[in-house]
Every structure is written in structure tokens, then in C-alpha cells.
């Protein structure tokens, strides 16, 4: 049998390089060297294509993309791929670009009746005085969070309006985008991790994210030495209706082959804060650990998603 030729994308300029380069560490180890044959293409920092020309000389078979944030998750590179008819795993160009952008994301979500924490978008060269009467609305705290950021980085709370301007002025400097602040609900913050198959969409587990403060921060993620989300406590009537959820928030934004599907729950009240497209995939991530507990380990994992798209 002739071996599937595999391209790995991993690297990139994002501010989420380093945990992408840890997720194509682990994808390398986990393919079944028996099954394919395995090439690992590091995007460098600078941007620059020679990457790019080689991906279209090589034409593997699929593409995994261990990439995260920036034109890696936002839909360009899986335009690129569509446009060179390269079969690549995971969501396309819409569903990519509509959750890369968190108040787009919530937009549609919303009109879906899934129901979203209260929120206001600021927009850069805008003056925080222009939100104050949607800021007071809502009420202190806050979570502010770049809008079409990952992995929880430029994250912060702000309980009055000096240190909002204060993560308003750190987001917009460092990481040059719109800022999101949205109702800080104290709840238990779980993900559900999705995967999809020619059987349907379904839920592989419900996960409690373990962490340590207030919030789920780019450090709590990057740095752990334990798996970022255990099997859920949560009653098993809550876990199917966040199954529920969290499947109809995927179809309605339009993903493909798999994601996580971020919640807070508070009160019986079930609150979907993102959508990521392309989660980390590191030893620790949420989605190996998911497969873990459905006794699926995450090489059948990968065998799986890569049917799914060549079948």
C-alpha cells in the first residue's frame, strides 16, 4: 500500500508560534509512520514564501495545520490551499475567518438564539468615552481580550474603568487590533471538543479547563505540565444540554473536521464565549485529551480526521 503524503504547517509569525510549533511535535509523533509519509513545513517569523513554493512543488496529499492565530487561523492560508487544490483538515474559509473574529462569531451566534455573554467591540483609533453608556450597561468586571486574538493572549480583567483603558491602550499597542470587553461571568469554564466524521458531528467530551486564577490566560496554556482540561463533574442532564450546544454552535459557524467549542456555565446558564478552528494540539491540549478519554488515542485520532477528508 502506497503511504499518504502528509505536510505539516507549523510556525508562523503570530504571536502563537511557540505553541505551534509544540502542536507539530506532537502530530509528527503521533502519525503512524507505517500509514504516511511525513513533511513538516516551519513558516518563518519574518513571512517570507519559500515555504509556500515548495508546498506547491511537494503537492502532498493532505495538509495539517498545526498553525495558530494570524493568517494561519483568519482564512488565508486555507484559501491558499482551496485555491491549489491542495485537500487540507479542518475548517474553511468562512468558518475560519468568522472565528478568528470573536464579535462576528457572537454576531451569528446571537441570531441563532445561542446564547453569549454581553459584550462591546472597541474599535482601534476610537475613544473609550465613546462606549461609556454600552460599558455602563453592562457593569464591572470585564474580560478584555483582543478580538481576533488566540489563545487567551493580551487577556485581562478589569473592574473599573482606569484599568480598562489600561487593557484597552496594552491590546491595541502590542497587538494592533480591536478590543473585546465582555461580562466576566464567575462559572465554570469548560470546552467541548468536536470532531466530525461521515457519521455527523458529535461531541467527544465535555471538559473542564483546569486552571489555577481568574482566567485562562496565553501562560496557564503555554506552560502547564498537566493536561489544560479533565472529564466533566458537571450533571449529566447539563452535559447533554452543553452537547447540544456546543454542536449547533459548529454547524451554525460552519466548521469542519473538528474544534473546541469554549463555554462558561453559571446558574445552570450556558454561555459560549469562542470557537477555535484550529485548538493546540500540544500533549497537553484540550483535543488530545479528549480523544484520551474516549479511549481514541490521538494517532486514531489523526487517522481519522484524514479519512474524513480524503474519503
Not at 483582543?146 to 493572549?153: K, Q, V
Not at 463533574?233 to 444540554?241: E, G, V, Y
Request: glycine share 8%; hydrophobic share 40%; net charge negative.
Amino acid at each position: 500500500m502506497n503511504k499518504i503524503n502528509v505536510a505539516i504547517l507549523a510556525g508562523g509569525s503570530s504571536v502563537e508560534r511557540e505553541i505551534s510549533l509544540k502542536s507539530c511535535e506532537n502530530i509528527a509523533a503521533n502519525l503512524d509512520k507505517e500509514k504516511y509519509d511525513i513533511k513538516i513545513y516551519e513558516l518563518p517569523k519574518d513571512g517570507s514564501s519559500q515555504w509556500a513554493e515548495q508546498l506547491i512543488k511537494d503537492r502532498p496529499d493532505i495538509v495539517l495545520s498545526a498553525l495558530h492565530g494570524g493568517n494561519g487561523e483568519n482564512g488565508s492560508l486555507q484559501g491558499f490551499l482551496h485555491c491549489l487544490g491542495i485537500p487540507f483538515a479542518g475548517s474553511r474559509v468562512l468558518s475560519s475567518a468568522l472565528c478568528m473574529d470573536k464579535k462576528t462569531a457572537k454576531t451569528v451566534m446571537t441570531a441563532a438564539h445561542i446564547q453569549v455573554p454581553a459584550d462591546v467591540c472597541i474599535r482601534r483609533g476610537k475613544r473609550l468615552i465613546d462606549y461609556a453608556e454600552e460599558i455602563r450597561q453592562i457593569g464591572f468586571p470585564l474580560i478584555v481580550k483582543p478580538n481576533r486574538g488566540g489563545s487567551s493572549i493580551g487577556i485581562a480583567v478589569a473592574n473599573n474603568m482606569a484599568e480598562l483603558e489600561a487593557a484597552v491602550n496594552n491590546i491595541v499597542e502590542k497587538y494592533d487590533d480591536d478590543v473585546l470587553a465582555e461580562k466576566y461571568i464567575q462559572g465554570q469554564e469548560i470546552t467541548c471538543a468536536v470532531a466530525e466524521s461521515k457519521n455527523g458531528v458529535e461531541v467527544m467530551a465535555v471538559l473542564d479547563v483546569n486552571k489555577s486564577g481568574d482566567i485562562f490566560d496565553y501562560e496557564a496554556k503555554s506552560q502547564s505540565s498537566t493536561p489544560l482540561g479533565d472529564i466533566s463533574n458537571m450533571p449529566l442532564f447539563m452535559q447533554d444540554m452543553v452537547k447540544a450546544i456546543a454542536v449547533k454552535t459548529y454547524n451554525e459557524l460552519k466548521c469542519r473536521g473538528y474544534a473546541c467549542v469554549d463555554m462558561i456555565v453559571k446558574d445552570e446558564q450556558i454561555y459560549v464565549i469562542e470557537v477555535n478552528t484550529l485548538p493546540g494540539l500540544t500533549d497537553k491540549s484540550l483535543i488530545p485529551r479528549a480523544a484520551q478519554i474516549c479511549n481514541v488515542s490521538f494517532g486514531e485520532f489523526l487517522d481519522r480526521l484524514i479519512e474524513f477528508e480524503l474519503s
